[in-house]
């Protein structure tokens, strides 16, 4: 069963790893992971005190899912990891858990250079806009 791992890499990079690798800037990505089995999860940083990142399942899909909360108190673990099982042969990143908005959609194409995304991304882009 594949198996990826979310996590924070710094306070503006989400890092997925395992069976699916891929890196979002926390910026341009703004909140939203989407996963092929339905897995909705919200990325957030710093939104309590003392607190890196925390990734919550908004809608659950059909992977296992297990979050391993960061600890705080040691001083080198600033995010929550997140472990999804299951359908989660792609992840996709936008501002909404409804999918890409408008200005998802407008941003991605503001600075577009094909050589910067996988098959994989581009081939979930035009998926999306044909739909």
Do not use: N
């Not at 992971?33 to 919550?56: C, M, N, R």
């Not at 409804?98 to 998802?104: L, M, R, S």
């Not at 995304?117 to 581009?122: N, R, S, V």
């Amino acid at each position: 069963m594949p198996t990826v791992e979310i996590y924070g890499a710094s306070d503006d990079v989400i890092e997925v790893s395992g069976d699916v690798r891929d890196e979002f800037d926390a910026i341009d990505c703004l909140k939203y992971l989407h996963f092929p089995d339905g897995t909705i999860v919200e990325a957030s940083y710093g939104q309590e005190a003392d607190k890196g990142w925390q990734f919550t399942v908004v809608h659950e899909g059909t992977a296992t899912v297990k979050v391993l909360p960061a600890k705080y108190d040691d001083g080198g673990h600033y995010t929550d990891r997140l472990r999804l099982t299951g359908d989660v042969g792609s992840v996709e990143c936008w501002g909404s858990a409804e999918g890409p908005t408008a200005d998802d959609i407008s941003g991605f194409f503001e600075d577009f250079d094909s050589s910067d995304y996988t098959i994989e991304q581009l081939t979930a882009a035009r998926r999306i806009l044909t739909a």
